[in-house]
């Protein structure tokens, strides 16, 4: 079971008061992933929320059956799988460990039981949430239009060639 003090280095847990960090404390379990090993797929049944605090992982997207997309690395400190408090029931992504990593589980019923309880808690979690949400959009939208304009501008090179 981790300790405090190691529970504030997970970002999203570093915002909750230590009384909240230690009724959270009981619903996690280490676990350990090899690389290349799968933490869950798309369209899994979303169960559980993630915290990453060795290692590091991927989050990969299909873009078609034979063709998938790292749209997020995870690195120590970060949560993720939150389609399990989110009201989703899979996730949207693969989570894959790319070196030998330890992560810490939480049951996404039990947590989201626990943030509904306590209304402080689940506004900080949520807050934190929207705000890690929002910013992995902005970055996926400037992403898009990147490659966006880059096909564009590789389309136009081509045409003007011929």
């Not at 992995?136 to 966006?148: A, D, I, N, V």
Request: proline share 3%; aromatic share 6%.
């Amino acid at each position: 079971m981790p300790s405090l003090a190691q529970m504030k280095n997970i970002r999203m847990m570093s915002i909750l008061s230590e009384d909240m960090l230690n009724r959270i404390l009981p619903l996690i379990t280490e676990e350990s992933y090899a690389a290349e090993q799968e933490i869950f797929c798309e369209g899994d049944l979303a169960d559980a929320v993630y915290m990453l605090v060795k290692g590091k992982a991927l989050l990969n997207k299909s873009a078609s059956n034979s063709v998938c997309v790292a749209v997020s690395a995870v690195d120590p400190g970060d949560a993720f799988g939150w389609s399990a408090i989110l009201g989703r029931c899979i996730y949207s992504a693969t989570a894959t460990c790319v070196e030998e990593s330890l992560l810490w589980r939480m049951p996404g019923k039990a947590f989201l039981d626990l943030l509904n309880e306590d209304p402080v808690m689940g506004h900080k979690v949520m807050e934190f949430l929207a705000q890690t949400l929002n910013e992995r959009l902005e970055k996926r939208t400037t992403q898009l239009f990147k490659t966006l304009l880059e096909h564009i501008e590789m389309v136009c090179g081509l045409e003007g060639v011929s």
